[in-house]
């Protein structure tokens, strides 16, 4: 066992001080060239700005190190490198932002390649022709940063930054309407098309405008739009109606919209996004929709070729409804056909347009009380007819006219509608049935015949007229010369016997001799007979028809 005293003799260990390493010179240099790296790194790491990737269908005329991104045509990019990607169907594009852009690379940014484009609204990207294609930015609204995007096939057709609202619209067909298509708004350039797709259900056509501003105030729950593409013609029961907007309308489309004036005073503006409906036309956009209809039916036993769906139903020259079918029934027990015509009429309407004994408006009227009125009216001879709009190409309408002798109408069935009104035959189908009756009597005459027998009195009248011819030339060429001749004589013979008289005279004793008295006996026949032929030539020279017909037989007095 060890002594304890022997362990206090044991040798005992000191701490010694390390000794201090000195820094040669030689490591200052390597030093400071580590720290400059170091803070030259940080400083590229601090201004430094992010690196995207854009997916592009294609990567026309893009380049790496070449090809710039461009915001607001300044520089804020350089593509770094271009390559497809894993499925080789796209292009993926690297580029590397600047850091002072680097709160414009949000989520809802947009990317698309800037060339030369004709578009509906206008040409742009002309300056690529000279620099080369580039990378388009469309600023975004959010805060949130993203590093990877899809590039669109075309640039936005409205900058994020323009002041203005956009809102939806649908309709049945895109029709003539495309991407830059105007929109006006009393025929002012307010606005254009910024783009289009199918609804979710695929059985119409959304359709995105934007309206600058100061005009989308004037966006209201009672504003109506309606294409305005191309020359509206229509040639109705309404008479011929052209309207259009502008040149540019007819060359690429366009829309308008306006506030009817059927328009309620309390409209309201509308927020951003708001959906409204495309009309066709002008005049279906402008045309009241009314909440309460009433539907009835019609039949009638006449053609109703030239009566289309929207042909107004008027009452006293105002419409007050409007067909909204046209077609045939069949009478299966009756075998037979007859024309069948839906419509719908709006009771507001009567209640707009009447007027009471004292000028003032009339109080509406209930289900009941309209339906009594109906009642009353077709009770006092009121009856629904077919007339003629339009002398030019036939077109129909429905009139609600009263005949005071029509039979009294039997009473209205209301228990299903439509409900049934009676009709009355168009004074066209009268008019028919007696021109019809007119040419089958026409055709009952023997024009033939008729024409033969003129053709014969022709005929004879002409031969008659030259018998006549030659009878006159006869007189004029023998009798009449003839006639002259014996004047002639007889003058002669006259004055032979006034000269015989007188040297009778002187050698005469007596003017009672038997001598004297024959001679003078025979100067008298020789005076009548000269006043018959003078008194014959002159009737003759009037009426020379009488050496064919003879002498017409006097009248006695």
Known sequence: MTDPADLNNLPRSTTVPKRRMRLSVVWIIPILAALVGVGIAVQKILHEGPTISIVFKTAEGIEAGKTFVRYKDVKIGLVQSVKLSKDFTKVVVTAKIDKSAEGLIVEDAAFWIELPRVTMSGVSGISTLLSGNHIGLGAGKSRRPRHEFVALDMPPAVSIDKPGRQFVLRADTLGSIGIGSPLYYRQLNVGQVIGYDLSKDGRSVEIRVFVNAPYDRQITTQTRFWQASGIDVSLGSNGLSVQMQSLLSILIGGIAFEQPLTADADAQPVKEGAAFTLYSNRTAAESRHEEIITPYVLY?????????????????????????????????????VRSRVDIVMYPSRFTEYMKTSSGSE?????????????????????????????????????????????????????????????????SLEDLESRVSGIIARIDKIPLDAIGADVRKTLETLHQTLKDADRVMNHIDRETVPEINATLQDLRKATATADRTLASADNTLVGKDSPTQQELRAALQEVSRAARAITELVDYLERNPNALIRGKAQEVPQ
């Open 300 to 336: 009638f036993k006449e053609s109703v070729r030239g009566l289309s769906v929207g042909a107004p139903v008027t009452l006293a020259g105002l419409p007050i409804g409007e067909v909204t079918d046209v077609s045939f029934e069949y009478d299966s027990a009756k075998e037979d």
């Open 362 to 426: 009339h109080a509406p009227l209930d289900e009941q009380g309209r339906r009594a009125f109906i009642q009353r009216m077709m009770n006092r001879g009121f009856r629904a007819q077919l007339r003629i709009g339009n002398l030019v190409m036939g077109q129909l309408y429905i009139a609600i006219d009263r005949f005071p002798n029509t039979p009294k109408a039997q009473k209205i069935d209301w228990r299903k509608p439509p409900y049934e009104l009676p009709v009355m035959s168009s």
